[in-house]
């Protein structure tokens, strides 16, 4: 029998499937929302956050990619610092987005289109990845597929 994740991911900021308040897209602060993370399993090696945006024109739209995070954490506060390294959070490290800065980068779709749906996934994983910090997607992407056991996610949407 397989057993049932409790696994919780989530942030105060807005209600899954909701808007993306202002304040956390390119038309605000372009801040990242505080996030909540609950019963992680004790024996995971590490998380990682990775959140995107799968309606983007030439196609998925990395805004952050954040990994080694310490497997007890519960909760990211908002307005995390654009820093590879990010000692606040146990040494995690942050990847490149597709503005190709380090760090979150909010929301930021083409004036006009339709509202944009915004995936915000948490990944449990078995042992912490071995990306560099400030690594691209396709890097950290490949890691978090041989190294993830359980995952979570929330939606959030933003148009212009």
Not at 61 to 74: A, G, I, M, Q
Request: glycine fraction near 10%; proline fraction near 10%.
């Amino acid at each position: 029998m397989i057993p049932v994740s409790n696994l919780s991911f989530r942030t105060s900021a807005f209600t899954h499937g909701e808007s993306i308040p202002e304040k956390y897209t390119c038309e605000g602060e372009d801040r990242s929302p505080q996030l909540t993370i609950d019963d992680a399993p004790d024996d995971a090696g590490a998380l990682a956050v990775v959140v995107d945006d799968p309606d983007a024109p030439a196609g998925t739209f990395t805004h952050w990619l954040l990994w080694n995070l310490p497997p007890d954490t519960v909760e990211i506060e908002e307005g995390v610092a654009p820093r590879e390294e990010l000692p606040d959070l146990g040494g995690a490290r942050q990847g490149e987005n597709d503005f190709g800065e380090v760090g979150y980068r909010g929301p930021c779709p083409p004036e006009g289109d339709d509202p944009h749906e915004y995936r915000f996934m948490l990944y449990v994983l078995d042992e912490k990845l071995d990306a560099e910090p400030g690594a691209l997607r396709p890097t950290v992407e490949d890691e978090i597929g041989a190294k993830a056991r359980d995952s979570a996610d929330f939606t959030g949407t933003f148009g212009r």
